[in-house]
């Protein structure tokens, strides 16, 4: 249960202005609601060069809630916090602590501020559009993130210009075709207003728009070009650009 320091208690299905979480208490049957005078406490474990704690970033950014971002490092050299195991037992980052409660996994993380900050709402109210929405999440992060950003993006940029293979490339291509055919089916989902697709996907084009080979491949689509290039300079894609990235 989430502890809100202070609590404004409000009728079932009062809507409830600006900024403000709505949280239901099980014990009284009312909606309780944490407003900008009583703001969650957020501490997020990660980098700023991870295309994940981004996408959880910019979701935060979206709500304009504060949080402080506490350096974890999974990587060779990086160093992790001495508790990191009891926040993510497989030392991946994110992990995130909202009011003392942990969670990781960015689709459960990101979920999870949706349903606690109201507004604005990133998750569409249409059914299928909120399941095409996670469908495009689920398509970045088991067919999108590995290609685009350990296939292009980490060869060029960090491993001072390595040819990407070819299976990458390819890979990436039709991912990309993929994505762009929701363009079609619902563009509700990402592409017609922010939604918690279009900051999973943010992150993986942030990334592979910053090397040459991850730049032609996104041309190749001319509608997913002209929405990423007006995304990406939305002010908190470049609020949470990493010096690593281009975008
Ligand atoms: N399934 C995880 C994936 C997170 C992930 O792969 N994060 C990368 C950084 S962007 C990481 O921690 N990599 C460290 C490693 O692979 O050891 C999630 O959705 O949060």
Redesign the pocket.
Request: net charge negative.
């Given at each position: 249960m989430l502890r809100a320091r202070r609590w404004a208690r409000r009728p079932r299905n009062t809507a409830s202005p600006g900024r403000q979480a709505s949280v239901y208490d099980f014990s009284t049957g009312w909606f309780a609601t944490i407003s900008k005078d009583s703001p969650v406490e957020v501490r997020l474990y990660?980098t700023e060069e991870?295309?994940?704690?981004r996408i959880v970033r910019l979701v935060l950014l979206a709500k304009e809630v504060d949080f402080a971002l506490i350096e974890a490092d999974?990587?060779d050299g990086g160093k992790l916090p001495g508790d990191y195991d009891l926040r993510h037992p497989f030392?991946?980052?994110?992990a995130i602590e909202v009011d003392g409660m942990r969670l990781?996994?960015?689709?459960a993380?990101v979920q999870y501020i949706d349903a606690l900050i109201e507004h604005p709402k990133l998750t569409p109210p249409n059914a299928e559009d909120a399941a095409r929405m996670r469908q495009i999440m689920r398509i970045v992060?088991n067919y999108a993130?590995r290609p685009l950003v350990w296939g292009l993006y980490v060869p060029v940029w960090w491993r001072e210009g390595l040819e990407p293979a070819g299976e990458a490339i390819e890979q990436s291509r039709h991912v990309l075709g993929v994505l762009d055919s929701f363009f079609d089916s619902s563009p509700d989902a990402c592409f017609n207003g922010w939604t918690l697709a279009t900051f999973h996907l943010a992150g993986v084009l942030g990334a592979a728009d910053s090397v040459a080979q991850g730049s032609a491949l996104i041309d190749e689509r001319p509608r997913l070009r002209e929405w990423w290039n007006g995304l990406r300079m939305e002010p908190i894609m470049v609020k949470t650009r990493s010096t690593h990235t281009q975008f």
């Open positions: 990660g991870s295309v994940y704690t999974p990587f030392k991946r980052i994110p990781y996994e960015t689709d993380i992060d993130y």
